[in-house]
């Protein structure tokens, strides 16, 4: 069955970067659109940044623009999500899914911005 597997959350200060990874199996990764969503009790989820099967095209939510950078390595069946100038704001639990709605994600992985 599908599976995705997210992982690299954690606590980091205003300013500081994560790298999240998602691991995908039961599918043929590289023929999907992978998306990362975020979930806060007070936002609901938020689709956050998507990227093409081949990897060219990608899309980011305005707020995070300049600052996340989506990848993929189809070899590894593997997504990330590289957040860099990490602000309070961006903290959620994160998941890595097949559709931007966030149907079908992973168990998430906490990402903590705070001093």
């Known amino acids: 069955q599908v599976q995705l597997v997210e992982s690299g959350g954690g606590l980091v200060q205003p300013g500081g970067s994560l790298r999240l990874s998602c691991v995908a199996a039961?599918?043929?990764?590289?023929?999907?659109?992978m998306y990362w969503v975020r979930q806060t009790p007070g936002k609901g989820l938020e689709w956050v940044s998507s990227?093409?099967?081949?990897?060219?095209?990608?899309g980011y939510i305005e707020s995070v623009k300049g600052r996340f950078t989506i990848s993929r390595d189809d070899a590894k069946n593997t997504l990330y999500l590289q957040m860099n100038s990490l602000k309070s704001e961006d903290t959620a639990v994160y998941y890595c899914?097949?559709?931007?709605?966030?149907?079908?994600r992973g168990q998430g992985t906490q990402v903590t911005v705070s001093s």
């Open positions: 899914a097949r559709n931007s709605n966030g149907s079908g």
């Open positions: 039961g599918f043929t990764f590289s023929n999907y659109w």
């Open positions: 990227i093409s099967p081949s990897g060219i095209t990608t």
